[in-house]
């Protein structure tokens, strides 16, 4: 119906930029960010972790409609840093946090490739058949229709 | 063996026969051996052959013979001397011929048969037998069952004695056999045996009193001897010293082995499913169910399948009665249809009448309402029944439709069924119904019944039976007219009888009836009122149903045109004419049929001048139908005010009024009342003349001012000039004086009932002199002035005026209130509100505008249901005069200031309390809102009116007691925020689609506007205290709900710079300011005023029933997760649903969902919104999912003021057994998990707290005392540790160290 087209929910408009802030002049220490083209999944994790910030005094953040596609976050804090520090240093630490989880992810899944059957790769669904020598995914050169 | 026993007695005893067959029975089953008829011979042939020596059965068999219940008791005496020679005759004859080996095989049988003490028995019975032939002759009771007699003891003193087993050991007992009726209860209730008297004992049954009486006085005996020594077998002891002993006597053993239960003690266990009623309705006692013999005629019903055994008790239940009540028997049908009706009449007049009779407990069992709809169903199957069925059906309905609603209403008959008029006084004798203008409905139980019956299944039979009974003042005929009399009171029911096609028109029927045979009204057929008053009721009762009655108006001119000059030989044509008249009355308060009067002005003007020389004459005689004349004047002139308010437009136009000379002939009218001498009896008549006639003269005033030139000067004028000197003196000069000082006689308690005609005539006076002010701005009657003063200060100062309207929406639901009082209330509530119009005209220094205001906020409370223009006038004066200065002068300490003025504010309130006549397309239960007539008419009102009759006053008080957010008055303490509830649903709201072009305030000013205003008004209800101050001052959770409405007020339409409203200064200081009574640090200064009514109520008037306050906070609760910047207000109004008093859902939502927002609130427990601490204190927390988020919020994040306190709270409670108020509840386990949990953390500050916490519930200790180290707890918890595991005991001493 009035949906927008899946791509505008994550690609930027042309000069349309990213992040937008707008310092709340009336709260000491307290400002909102407006963020384009992104979600609650976005939202939802800056909010947590700038709550476990120890000088973070609020960290709140909405999506005023379900059909535009951003959130805006409040926040405030005790003084010690400025708002977009804060969110700066939450956007790091998150960046810190995902690309500790991915390596940490790599890492083991490369110990499958160690711990496998020599020649062998094991698809997820248990060992090939005999006959094949390939995984199933992709590299095999024939098509499935061949075996018949 | 019954029915062989029985085949002998049947036989002849000459013929000498035995059944052989018991003989030959087999002695191990005691049943006969069978054997087919072939093989033996038959039992004739046997007889023939062998004559039986079995002599002796025949006594026996004489007492096991079982009798139908239909037995008499002469029947079952076997006392006839003859009968009794003759069998003994027989049988010494047989014996003679019997040889002596059949003589000694007999014996052998008898003994072999009876056991080896039939010797003795035989010998006994020969004694006794032999004492009685000595003696005397056996008495014999013989009883008619013509007259409903109780069975002596005469009866069975003689046949006890007639034993032949002695009751020892083995012996099987045989009973003798008895009438239905069971003896024991009375060998326990009637006198000893050997009364002489024999008629004397023989109760009669005839009128139910009698016997219920005698029984209750002997039940009082039985209760007063048994106080000594309640054991039966004391009474047996006292009352009946020659009957055996109890183990002696096998009837008498359950007197030793069950506890007694008196007649009264069934009485009580009695439930309503069990009563028994006897054919005239009245329920039976449990002795009479068990005694009352058979002929009566109660043992009747087969529907229970003891019905026909010997113990089958007396009386129908209700539910026996409803079943016969179908029977095919049309005689039967018609008398138990009977029977229902007396049963469901003595229920309800038993159930309504505050008399103790013996029964009443016995009727306060039934369920009125099951029992009323269960008759209901079975009569209205029997009222389509042609002749008697049908007839006594239709008495059945009545008794269910209009008895029991006047018994309810405590009314004699229908004839005083409440009919309040508006506006005049009720003429205080017995024998006038006034004219109804407007009357509630004033039953609460009948009208929850009434309002669902089936009307149409009942419309077609009633219908027939009309035209078979169209005889006048038939008996059915007439109770079919009181049956739909009432049933017009319901508005859908009235519906229903108005509409042709459903109905089959019946009200066309009753009026063809009606006017057929009523042409000539001779004596001996008087006419009947009772179709023009359904006419009227139906007219009451809504505008859509008054207009299908304009038909029917029409032929009601007969009337008019006919009776004028009869008047004076005929009562009943002037009661006719004047039932006629009230009829036309209700139809033009809509604004509907108004140009009757104009179209037969002849004979209407020539009926005022016949009325006014039967005035001359009879004024009592003439006041009623003079006073109604008079109402339609009134109403004339009020449709002639505007046209366009009445339906069709233009019916009538003010040129006809002036045209017409209406207004001359009211003036002769006037003269002819100031000759009128004044009596005694006619002062009363007077009164209410003078009102009416003030009435009159005020609307045609109010009606120049409109439409005459230059305002209606010449008119105001010359009415000033006509009645100034009858206000300076002569009659009306005397009702007046007396009225006025009626009124100030008035100081403690006010008797409304009794002041209500001196109010009418004040209020009529004060209306006239508004309305004929002359641009002056000066009373023109001005002799009163001073009078005006003191009444206004009587009236306005007392605090009894203010009780009479706190009391109709008192919190005591059940205090009995005269359901007409809020209707007799509105003249009081008028009349305050002509004072204060007549005040407004003199305001001219601040202190009086302030002092008015207050005033003015105080009455506005006063308004009910119809008061709707008084509430707007009062509501527009105050937006137009007061400014901010004057505002502030009463709120001196206001720092900011608002920029606009109240009257954008006035579309809100104006708007609520007149609600424009608009459709709105969307709405799909488009149902218009109710609007009820104003005390006097009006022409604004003229169009709007839906309904004539007022809710009534229990409706009224559920309304108020539930928060219906329809109830718009009485006036809540929260009408001054009605701006906020329309800014909040701006996009439903009607007035946003109805507000004028020019009105261009912005959203912030508005709510601040409201806010101040709110503030002011409930300062001044501080300032000035009166007995409405209750409903006045907005409550604690009124406030705290208010204030969250602001927050919700989320202002993200794309004004991010902005901010939200909450965030504007001036918003912000009207909000801690209205809260700030209602904080804990000043809880004990405002004692009275806090009532912690909970949110869940308060937010029911806004939010409505569907949406419960759970979602509204939850909502709540997000906004300020998402934008708050943690708001110190904003966090302070999440804290009130934490406390105990709500649901943990609350809680859960709170400490789960939403634990990150817990540091962000620092609210100090001074702070709070809460009368006391407690309710966040205790009870203590039990449920261990929100311990455990406890547990996650206090370790995981940082939590400060309050909240800490309240977290650690509970859970130290539940770790210290000391803290916990019960140890039922305290689980040892769980607190040494909890322990164990708290001593592996990390934040050493908050376990040690959480260790040292220590609280009492008598003396509460605040943080920071609270967490201080006490040594005496310190020794108290380390004995607790005693029993706990040693690692915890450990982490205990290495943490005391630490301190």
């Not at chain 1, 400002?31 to 709140?60: C, E, V, W, Y």
């Not at chain 2, 006010?750 to 002056?776: E, G, Q, T, V, W």
């Amino acid at each position: 119906m009035n949906a927008p087209n899946r791509h505008e929910l994550f690609v930027l408009d042309d000069g349309e930029k990213g992040v937008e802030v707008i310092e709340d002049t009336k709260i000491p220490n307290a400002a909102t960010f407006k963020i384009i083209k992104q979600d609650h999944t976005l939202g939802n994790m800056l909010r947590s972790q700038l709550l476990a910030m120890p000088s973070i005094l609020f960290a709140g953040y909405k999506v005023p409609h379900p059909l535009e596609p951003y959130f805006i976050l409040k926040i405030q804090t005790d003084g010690s840093i400025t708002p977009t520090e804060a969110l700066e240093q939450a956007g790091n630490a998150l960046l810190k946090l995902i690309s500790d989880l991915q390596a940490k992810f790599k890492a083991e899944f490369a110990y499958k490739d160690v711990e496998g059957v020599d020649g062998v790769a094991e698809d997820p669904y248990g060992a090939l058949p005999s006959n094949m020598t390939t995984s199933a995914w992709g590299s095999s050169t024939r098509f499935y229709a061949d075996y018949s | 063996m019954h029915p062989l026993v029985r085949d002998v007695l049947e036989r002849s005893p000459q013929l000498s026969t035995k059944p052989v067959e018991i003989v030959l029975s087999d002695k191990n089953t005691g049943f006969p051996i069978v054997q087919h008829r072939s093989k033996g011979r038959s039992a004739f042939k046997r007889a023939l052959r062998q004559p039986s020596v079995q002599v002796n059965p025949v006594a026996n068999s004489q007492t096991t013979q079982p009798l139908s219940p239909f037995t008499t008791p002469q029947r079952t005496v076997f006392n006839d001397k003859s009968s009794y020679d003759d069998i003994s005759a027989s049988a010494d004859a047989i014996l003679a011929n019997m040889t002596q080996e059949e003589r000694a095989k007999g014996q052998e049988e008898i003994f072999e048969h009876f056991g080896d003490g039939i010797l003795d028995t035989m010998e006994k019975l020969k004694l006794v037998r032999e004492r009685r032939k000595n003696n005397s002759q056996p008495s014999v009771q013989v009883m008619n069952p013509q007259e409903a007699v109780l069975p002596s003891t005469e009866t069975k003193q003689p046949r006890r004695k007639i034993r032949f087993l002695d009751p020892t050991e083995s012996d099987i007992h045989v009973y003798e056999p008895s009438p239905s009726s069971p003896r024991r209860p009375l060998g326990l209730l009637l006198p000893p045996p050997d009364d002489p008297q024999e008629g004397e004992n023989i109760t009669s049954l005839k009128s139910y009193q009698t016997s219920s009486k005698k029984h209750m006085t002997s039940l009082g005996d039985l209760a007063s001897s048994a106080d000594d020594s309640d054991s039966p077998e004391s009474i047996r002891r006292r009352f009946f010293p020659s009957e055996p002993r109890p183990e002696d006597h096998p009837s008498l053993v359950w007197m030793l082995s069950q506890p007694t239960s008196t007649d009264q003690a069934l009485l009580d266990n009695l439930t309503s499913n069990e009563i028994r009623y006897s054919l005239s309705g009245v329920p039976l006692s449990p002795s009479e169910i068990c005694e009352l013999p058979t002929h009566m005629g109660l043992h009747h019903h087969a529907s229970t399948s003891s019905a026909l055994s010997s113990d089958a008790p007396a009386g129908y239940t209700l539910e026996d009665l409803l079943h016969l009540s179908r029977s095919s028997v049309p005689a039967q049908r018609v008398n138990i249809l009977g029977v229902l009706g007396k049963t469901f009449r003595n229920t309800y007049t038993a159930m309504f009448s505050f008399e103790e009779t013996p029964m009443r407990d016995v009727y306060l069992r039934v369920n009125l309402n099951e029992m009323r709809r269960n008759i209901f169903d079975s009569a209205v199957e029997a009222v389509v029944e042609r002749g008697w069925i049908g007839q006594r059906a239709v008495d059945v309905l009545w008794e269910i439709i209009v008895g029991c609603t006047c018994a309810e209403m405590r009314l004699t008959d229908i004839e005083s069924f409440p009919r309040v008029d508006l506006t005049t006084s009720s003429i205080p004798n017995s024998n006038t119904t006034l004219e109804a203008k407007s009357r509630s409905l004033l039953l609460n139980e009948s009208s929850t019944f009434l309002a669902t019956l089936p009307v149409q299944r009942l419309l077609l039979p009633l219908k027939s039976h009309l035209i078979a009974n169209s005889l006048f003042n038939s008996p059915t005929y007439n109770a079919i007219l009181d049956i739909i009399y009432i049933l017009c009171h319901f508005a859908n029911h009235a519906k229903i009888l108005v509409e042709p096609n459903i109905s089959s028109g019946i009200i066309s029927t009753i009026l063809e009836g009606h006017l057929s045979s009523n042409l000539e009204f001779d004596n001996d057929n008087p006419p009947n009122e009772k179709p023009i008053r359904i006419l009227q009721a139906l007219a009451l009762s809504s505008r859509d149903v008054a207009q299908h009655l304009l038909g029917p108006a029409d032929i009601l001119l007969r009337y008019v045109t006919t009776m004028q000059d009869k008047l004076r030989l005929n009562s009943i044509h002037a009661s006719m004419l004047r039932e006629t008249l009230s009829f036309y009355a209700s139809l033009m308060r809509y604004g509907l049929y108004a140009n009757i009067v104009s179209t037969a002005h002849t004979h209407f003007i020539l009926l005022l001048s016949n009325l006014r020389k039967y005035l001359l004459d009879d004024v009592v005689g003439a006041t009623p139908l003079l006073s109604t004349y008079l109402e339609i004047l009134e109403l004339l002139i009020v449709c002639a005010t505007n046209p366009h308010q009445i339906t069709p437009q233009h019916d009538v136009v003010w040129s006809q009024i002036e045209a017409f000379g209406w207004i001359d002939q009211v003036f002769d009218l006037v003269d002819t009342l100031t000759r009128i001498p004044m009596t005694d009896g006619s002062s009363k008549e007077i009164e209410l003349l003078w009102t009416r006639l003030f009435h009159v003269l005020a609307a045609w005033t109010e009606g120049a001012h409109v439409n005459c030139v230059r305002s209606g000067e010449e008119e105001k004028k010359k009415t000033i000039m006509k009645l100034r000197p009858h206000v300076l003196g002569g009659t009306l000069n005397i009702s007046l004086r007396r009225a006025l000082e009626q009124l100030s006689l008035q100081k403690a308690n006010m008797d409304i009932f009794k002041l209500n005609s001196h109010i009418h005539l004040i209020n009529a006076y004060l209306r006239l002199s508004l309305s004929s002010m002359l641009p002056d701005h000066r009373l023109p009657f001005d002799s009163f002035s001073q009078d005006l003063c003191e009444i206004s200060r009587v009236v306005l100062r007392n605090p009894a005026t203010f009780d009479i309207f706190q009391v109709i929406i008192s919190t005591n639901v059940h205090q009995s209130l005269s359901e007409d009082l809020h209707l007799n209330i509105r003249s009081l509530s008028a009349l305050l509100f002509l004072i204060l119009r007549i005040r407004f005209l003199a305001l001219d220094s601040p202190g009086a505008k302030i002092l008015w205001f207050a005033d003015a906020l105080l009455i506005l409370h006063t308004f009910l249901p119809g008061d709707q223009y008084f509430a707007k006038w009062i509501i527009q004066r105050i937006c137009e005069t007061f400014s901010w200065d004057l505002m502030l002068r009463i709120l001196p300490e206001t720092i900011h200031h608002p920029q606009r003025g109240l009257d954008i504010l006035l579309p809100f309130w104006s708007g609520t309390f007149i609600p424009q006549v608009i459709t709105i397309d969307d709405d799909e239960d488009n149902t218009r809102k109710p609007c009820y007539p104003n005390i006097w008419a009006i022409s604004e009102d003229l169009s709007r009116i839906t309904s004539l009759n007022l809710p009534s006053l229990s409706t009224l008080r559920r309304q108020w007691q539930a928060q219906d957010s329809t109830l718009i008055f009485p006036l809540r303490s929260t009408w001054t925020l009605w701006p906020l509830d329309h800014l909040l649903q701006s996009g439903n709201s009607f007035i946003f689609k109805t507000l004028s072009t020019n009105w261009d305030a912005t959203e912030i000013e508005v709510v601040r506007t409201t806010l101040i205003f709110t503030q002011v008004v409930q300062q001044l209800n501080k300032q000035y205290p009166s007995n409405l101050t209750s409903l006045s001052v907005m409550a604690g959770s009124e406030t705290i709900f208010t204030c969250m409405k602001v927050f919700m007020l989320e202002d993200d339409q794309g004004q991010l710079e902005t901010g939200e409203v909450y965030r504007d200064p001036f918003v912000e200081e009207c909000l801690s300011k209205l809260l700030s009574p209602f904080t804990l640090r000043n809880a004990n200064k405002q004692t009275t005023d806090f009532t912690s009514g909970s949110l869940e109520l308060a937010s029911r008037s806004y939010l409505g029933k569907r949406i419960p306050f759970y979602q509204f906070y939850t909502n709540f609760l997000a906004l300020y997760d998402s934008i708050s910047f943690s708001h110190p207000l904003f966090a302070k109004l999440l804290l009130p649903p934490l406390s105990s008093s709500y649901p943990r859902d609350y809680r859960k939502l709170f400490f789960g969902d939403y634990a990150h927002v817990v540091p962000t609130i620092r609210t100090e427990p001074a702070d709070i919104l809460s009368s006391g601490i407690e309710e966040y204190l205790w009870p203590i927390e039990q449920d261990r999912q929100i311990l455990g988020f406890f547990m996650n919020v206090l370790f995981k994040y940082s939590v400060h003021g309050f909240l800490r306190w309240f977290i650690i709270h509970h859970l130290s409670a539940n770790i210290w057994s000391d803290m916990h108020p019960t140890l039922e509840d305290f689980n040892p386990n769980y607190s040494a998990r909890l322990l164990r949990a708290i001593f592996s953390q990390d934040k050493m500050d908050t376990v040690k707290n959480m260790v040292l916490y220590h609280q009492t519930r008598a003396n509460l200790i605040t943080p920071p005392q609270c967490y201080q180290p006490d040594p005496k707890i310190i020794e108290i918890r380390k004995n607790l540790l005693e029993n706990y595991d040693i690692s915890l005991k450990e982490a205990f001493s290495n943490l005391i160290i630490q301190i």
